[in-house]
Every structure is written in structure tokens, then in C-alpha cells.
């Protein structure tokens, strides 16, 4: 296992040093190609842009996928590591990396195991700024499978465990626009206009009482206003406004129920601000549900390597598109694996973010293991050797 710790290190470091943004990912693509076909792997390239679908098979059976993302994200990075980006302005700051290498460590970990069916590995850009997934899915990825299985990074918890829950596990991500549109004038002579700061302000006030007052206090929600853009100069009252946020839900009737409060609160609050508001709802993010079937394989994985499974706690409310590839009843299960470093170190999509690298072993071994393991499920695997 030294070796292929050292392997995946090496794979990892690279990709670190060079990071890509969504739909960018070019020159992280070239090195999983040369990787793949240097291990004699059959690999499909420019699958929804920049994505790869590599196959491992081994006789006729069910069809089992493996999903690790690309992306690295638009962050400085300051933590001072010899294999810290070179590329201004851009880093791997939430560990898509580290998915990359344990997922090439899997697939050697599997060319050595018996099993009966195929394996697909899916390389997927762009979850963190554009739907990857979907796009992939889009593409036709999935046709065939019988269950897909992913993971991710997370120093919140210790390297020698496995998180594997069964329930919502990431939020519905639903991101949104909002356009003001008032009245611009004189700064000295208010009553000459209709003032879209004022009544952005307003707004952003009276969404966080949706929250509060409309979703049920025992489920999560929030609603960010991340951006408010507004005005040119101080003595000038502005006549336009857009904000624009997020909003995380992590139950189905949570999330019509807060959406449709959102709408009306729009509606409302323009109303007595005496503007116009135009909400626009982005390409939403479903939520990602493990059920039953795929926790259950999840934790016998888990089990067969010897790594501790425990609990991520209540759902997070951060996006993950592999929501894409659960939807329509597919099968599979997404976990979390432990990567805490012992001195401490920043919080992901942050600048300091790093991870401790021994959970590359235990992500490329569950990985091969969760994969043989559920073929087997699906009632044609063979014994593995």
C-alpha cells in the first residue's frame, strides 16, 4: 500500500500545483488520460467537455460507476506548501485533487481484484460552478448503470473513519437573481426618487424572516444574499439594484414551501418600497439522498477494509452535484472520507485548505471495495479472490 499511497501523492500534487477551473480542466484531463492508458485502462475523452469514462470489465455482468470531480476553484492560496498552485488566483481548496488521484488509485487496486461485470469511472468537471454531473448525465454516462458511488474529502473528521449515512447528506441548492428597478435622482432630494439601496436593504431583511417564520424549525434552511450591487457615486440615490444568493434546503416540502415565501416576500417587499423586482431563479441543485440499499453496501465496504464508519451528523447545506447521478431511483451512496490533519489547517474553499494524504489510501480502497462489493449485490458478481 506504500507504493500506492506514494502514487496517488505524486498524482495528487500535481494536479495541485496545476488547477483548473470549471470546464477548464484541460491539462488535469491530459495527465488522467496518460495515467489511464499508461495502466492500459480504455478511456472516452471530452465527455461533457472535459470529463473521461474509463471502463474496467471483467466478463459479462451488472455495471457499477465510480465518480471523482476535477474542478479546482477561483481562491489565492497561501498555505506555503512546496506543491502550493502556480497559477494565480486559482486552487484545488476543496480537494477535488485528492478525489483524482484516490480514484486512479482505485482503478489499480481493481485491475488486481476478480470480479464480474464492469466498472465505470467517471472523471466529472465542473461541480463546483456549472452541474457537472448533469452534464455528464446529459451525455449518456449512466445509461446501463446499476449503481453509482462517490465521495469527498473532509478534514472535520479523523483519517481512519468513513462517513456513511443514511438520508439527505447535501442540500437542495437553489441559487437566485433579483433585479430593482426604482427611480435615480439627487441625493439631497429624496422624495424625487425611488431609492433601490433602501429598498434592496429592506429585502434582504424581510428574506430573513422565511426562515424564521415559514420553514419548520427542526429542518435546515437558510438563504444567503451573497452579492448587492448598487449605485456609482455617494451624492447619487440609485434608481437600479441586483442582489443575488442562495438558498439551502434539505427536505422536498421545505424547499417548495420556502421558495414559494421567497416569491411572495419579493413580491411584497417592492411593493412597499415602490420599486419593481424581478426574481430569477439559476439552475437549480437537487439534494443528495442516500437510501437504504446503497448505505448498507457503503458500511460493508467500510468494514472489509478495516476503516471505521461513523456519522457526518445532520445534513450539511452545502451544494453536491452527484445529486445528479442518484436521481430517477439510481442506486448508490455518496460518504465522506476522514482527512483531518493533526496540526489543524484551513476550512475548505478557503486559502489555507489543505488535507492529510493518508485518506488517499482509504478513499481508493473503498472505492474498489465499495465497487466489487455492490456487483456482487446485484446477483451476478463472482467471488472475489
Known sequence: MEELLS??????????????????????????????????????????GTGIVAVLKKGDGPVVALRADMDALPIQECTGLVFASEVSGKMHACGHDGHVAALLGAARLLQKRNFCGEVRLFFQPAEENGNGADKMVQAGVMQGVNAVFGGHLDTHFPPDCITVDEGPICSFADPFDIHLTGRGGHAARPQEARDCVVAGA??????????????????AAVITVGEFHAGTVRNAIAGEAVLRGTIRTTWPEVRERVLAAVKRVVKGSAELSGVDA?????????????????????????????????????????????????????????????????AGGGVAHSGNFDFNEAALETGARWLAEVAVQSLRECGRGKNDS
Open 7 to 48: 502514487y496517488m501523492r505524486r498524482i495528487r500534487r500535481s494536479l495541485h500545483r496545476h488547477p483548473e477551473l470549471a470546464f477548464e480542466e484541460w491539462q488535469t484531463a491530459a495527465l488522467i488520460c496518460r495515467e489511464l492508458d499508461s495502466l492500459g485502462i480504455p478511456a472516452r475523452c471530452g465527455v461533457a
Open 278 to 342: 424581478h426574481l430569477e431563479w439559476g439552475e437549480p441543485m437537487p439534494a443528495v439522498i442516500n437510501q437504504e440499499w446503497g448505505v448498507r453496501l457503503g458500511r460493508l465496504a467500510a468494514k472489509e477494509i478495516g476503516v471505521d464508519v461513523c456519522s457526518q451528523g445532520p445534513p450539511s447545506l452545502g451544494g453536491e452535484d452527484f445529486a445528479f447521478y442518484l436521481q430517477d431511483g439510481m442506486r448508490g451512496c455518496f460518504v465522506r472520507f476522514g482527512a483531518a490533519l493533526e
Open 202 to 219: 429592506t429585502l434582504i431583511q424581510a428574506l430573513q424572516t422565511v426562515v424564521s417564520r415559514e420553514s419548520d424549525p427542526n429542518t
